[in-house]
């Protein structure tokens, strides 16, 4: 397994992994498969860009070539919020799972956070009821601070998302 930073020619692979989390868990991503699947690779792209203006990277974890698994951290560019920045968008295709794909991702995203002097905390969230999820964010490090009811809508029902926070001053976990 290689995990590394996504660049622009990733995007189609990303793409793909990304509507297939969307589509297999559309309890687990705010965005829905349909309102990702409209926009062009192009778009995926651009995101990747290392100057791109929505100020976030990408990590992925290949397993040979196959993309199999993404983590992204974007950041707050609000004056007084700059210290923050989210853990967002991690998925780990289901024929990669178990081999500890989701752990190498997270603990990329929090080495990339510890190197930026201007950042303090990575938050995420994960909905309610996904165990594994909250267990693997848990062993990283990140703690919960509140819960969100009805944060996002998926076939007529509601799910609650968990709010999670590492400091990042903390020591690393082993």
Known sequence: MTVRRLT??????WRVLMIDGYTQH???FTTSAHERAGL???WW???????APAGEVLFGAFGGE????VAGLSFERREK?????LLFGMHVAADFRGRGMGRELVEA????????????????TVSQGNHAAEALYTRCGFAPFGVEPFAVAVGGTFVSKIHMWL????PRRE
């Open 8 to 13: 622009i020619p990733d995007a189609a692979a």
């Open 26 to 28: 559309p309890d687990a």
């Open 40 to 42: 062009p690779v192009s």
């Open 45 to 51: 792209a651009a995101r990747l860009a290392p100057d």
């Open 66 to 69: 196959t993309l199999a698994g």
């Open 81 to 85: 919020a700059q210290h923050k920045a």
């Open 109 to 124: 995203v929090v080495t990339h956070a510890r190197g930026l002097p201007q950042l303090r905390v990575v938050q995420l």
């Open 167 to 170: 400091d990042l001053r903390t």
